[in-house]
């Protein structure tokens, strides 16, 4: 995303100091990529259209904040996924669910030919899963933060995370073999 990092830092310097052309060849710069993950979590069209618009405003108000510790991009993006997940909160779609440890018994699974599969059907797969496996199978493989960032931003211990990104993926893979399945006696 920051691929031209010189110009970044001289449009965030700008920004500091309120330049409006400056704040919005920023923003045209991360809008896309900031409104797929406000949508990979809220579902919704609208409301990640607001929320990356909400986490922009933040991001121009509180631009003296930013030190440069991590990239801008980075940066940007933990506060889009922190709107996003206060805005799954008020609209109680995020039920907070205890998870219980159990054990992990290595049963024989069946395996998924990977190499037919397409990455949209993946996503829309990941999609139709419950909420919280979902979210953190989000978190985990599409925006790519580990166990410890996770249980960080969920408020979950790193052993439920771990716990729940195992099941999420043996889920996903259960509804990609369905796919699979559904695929070839259709044809498709």
């Known amino acids: 995303m ?28 991360y809008y896309k990529a900031m409104y797929n993950t406000a949508y990979r979590i809220l579902k919704d069209n609208f409301e990640a259209e607001d929320i990356m618009q909400e986490a922009f405003l933040t991001v121009f108000t509180k631009m003296d904040t930013y030190k440069g510790e991590v990239t801008f991009g980075a940066w940007l993006k933990r506060i889009v996924i922190n709107k996003s997940l206060t805005q799954l909160k008020k609209n109680n779609r995020y039920n907070e669910v205890k998870m219980e440890v159990i054990p992990n018994d290595d049963v024989e699974e069946e395996t ?11 996503l ?5 899963l419950k909420e919280n496996y979902r979210l953190v199978l989000t978190l985990h493989l599409v925006e790519g933060y580990d166990y410890e960032e996770i249980a960080q931003i969920l408020e979950y211990t790193n052993e439920n995370v771990r716990t729940t990104v195992s099941r999420a993926k043996k889920k996903l893979k259960q ?3 369905a796919e699979n399945i559904e695929a070839q006696a259709y044809g498709r």
């Open 2 to 29: 920051e691929t031209n990092q010189p110009h970044i830092t001289n449009l965030i310097k700008r920004c500091k100091k309120s330049d409006k052309n400056a704040q919005l060849d920023l923003y045209k710069a």
């Open 112 to 122: 998924i030919d990977y190499t037919g599969l397409k990455a949209k059907s993946v």
């Open 124 to 128: 829309t797969c990941l999609q139709s």
């Open 175 to 177: 509804v990609l073999l």
